[in-house]
């Protein structure tokens, strides 16, 4: 049975099995593991304690949901969630963050919020015969536990309710301020308009010029995908500011080099966008990686095309044209490039290029500076190219000599398959 609890300063109760709100059962068959504690006169915390040992990965049952039609935001791609109606708990879909019941005559809306704490994310997903369950993971398995929350909150406005509750798990998480507390961009307030993935700048016009025609004008327009040249975007942009005042701002999806909009607060990012600037796109959508690979006091990369399979020794501050033909393609392995400490022999690992990801095959690089000895750790089997200012004087894969090639700066070796997963350690000698 799960434990007996009533919150006095809640519409919630969870007794016999059965969580309540004013009265009205909306989860029965609740296990024992699930607890409610005090919350704020209009939501209660549902503790979860797992019933197996901390993990980093956990899935438990809330409940079987009563019937009851609700709205929820749910995770269908790592980068896109989506809207989602249902009545009853086989419609939850998995991933789902936000779940909100539709009030009636005797209940109001109750909105179920999977909390993301420290580590943990938390989502709701759907369990047998119209049971809910809430997944919690880490992401390591180094870092677990064995007790989570999911924090439920009810009213009578649904609107309200999401406001109240998103203050509450403000003063309980302390990880986040709310919107209006926060200075927004200008962007925040405009109606916008987002395109087809097949960008043809025509059909952006007349997309445009349909939304002002019937009366709602965007104040800006987001290119979806295809930004890969930038005079047909230039023209583009600057015909579609001049015959539309309203739209203040183009931004692209997709484009060879993703960087957010330029925001006074993120200098190094501003200088990689400016490319794009100069041809009148104001923001490029960007997946952040928050702690980038360090580049700093790197002077020199080498560039493999695989396609062309030409090497090229380019500073951060060079650039290159690209000329495709249709349905070619090229890829590029960036590579930075150190110098070999008393020998003043320049280095840099490229990767198996029999693979398409050539530079992902390099797993480690450590340099023995009193030995002149440069190892690349390689997993996979095929060509290994490295590039080198001189030819080395032997190489070696797992300590046994092995015939190379040196031809344009690139030294080739022909790396066997190990028998496993394992990394293989290719040695180069100068």
């Not at 749910?74 to 896109?80: S, Y």
């Not at 009810?154 to 109240?164: F, I, L, M, Q, S």
């Not at 033909?325 to 840099?348: C, D, H, M, Q, R």
């Not at 300590?399 to 030294?411: K, P």
Request: glycine content about 8%.
């Amino acid at each position: 049975m799960a434990q007996s609890l009533r919150i006095t300063s809640s519409p919630f109760t969870l007794s016999d099995s059965t969580l309540r709100v004013h009265d009205h059962v909306i989860m029965s068959q609740v296990p024992h593991n699930i607890t409610c504690t005090y919350a704020p006169a209009t939501g209660c915390f549902i503790a979860v304690n797992a019933t197996s040992p901390p993990s980093s990965h956990h899935v438990e049952t809330l409940g079987k949901l009563q019937p009851a039609t609700f709205v929820s935001i749910f995770r269908f791609q790592k980068w896109k969630t989506a809207i989602w109606t249902g009545s009853n708990g086989s419609h939850v879909q998995t991933e789902t963050e936000f779940l909100l019941l539709q009030s009636n005559p005797s209940r109001p809306y109750v909105l179920f919020l999977p909390i993301v704490d420290g580590p943990f994310r938390a989502t709701l997903q759907p369990g047998l015969d119209d049971n809910i369950s809430v997944c919690v993971e880490s992401g390591s398995s180094h870092v677990t536990a064995s007790s989570y929350v999911v924090y439920l909150h009810a009213g009578e406005n649904p609107y309200t309710v999401v406001e109240e509750a998103a203050r509450v798990l403000r003063d309980h998480l302390g990880t986040f301020k709310l919107l209006e507390e926060k200075t927004v961009p200008r962007i925040i307030e405009k109606f916008g308009w987002c395109t087809r993935e097949e960008f043809e700048p025509e059909d952006v016009r007349k997309g445009v010029a349909g939304l002002v025609e019937g009366g709602c004008p965007p104040g800006f327009v987001l290119l979806e995908n295809g930004v890969q040249c930038m005079r047909p975007i230039e023209v583009l942009v600057r015909a579609l500011k001049e015959e539309f005042s309203t739209v203040e701002c183009v931004y692209a999806w997709h484009a060879l080099s993703e960087y957010w909009k330029r925001d006074g607060g993120m200098s190094e990012i501003e200088k990689l966008h400016s490319q794009l600037e100069a041809h009148g796109i104001d923001g490029v959508k960007v997946h952040v990686v928050p702690n980038p690979i360090p580049i700093e006091g790197v002077e020199l990369f080498t560039l493999y095309y695989s396609q062309a399979n030409k090497l090229i020794l380019s500073t951060p501050f060079d650039s290159e044209e690209i000329s495709l033909e249709p349905f070619n393609f090229e890829l590029i392995t960036v590579s930075p490039v150190t110098v070999l400490p008393g020998k003043y022999v320049k280095f840099a690992p490229i990767g198996l290029v029999n693979m398409l990801n050539t530079g992902g095959a390099v797993q480690s690089l450590t340099i023995d500076e009193t030995q002149g000895l440069v190892e690349v750790g390689v997993r996979g089997t095929g060509e290994m190219r490295a590039y080198a200012s001189e030819k080395p004087s032997n190489c070696k894969i797992d300590g046994i000599e092995v015939d190379f090639e040196y031809e344009g700066f690139m030294i080739k070796i022909q790396v066997p398959w190990p028998g496993s997963s394992r990394v293989s350690p290719v040695q180069y000698a100068f």
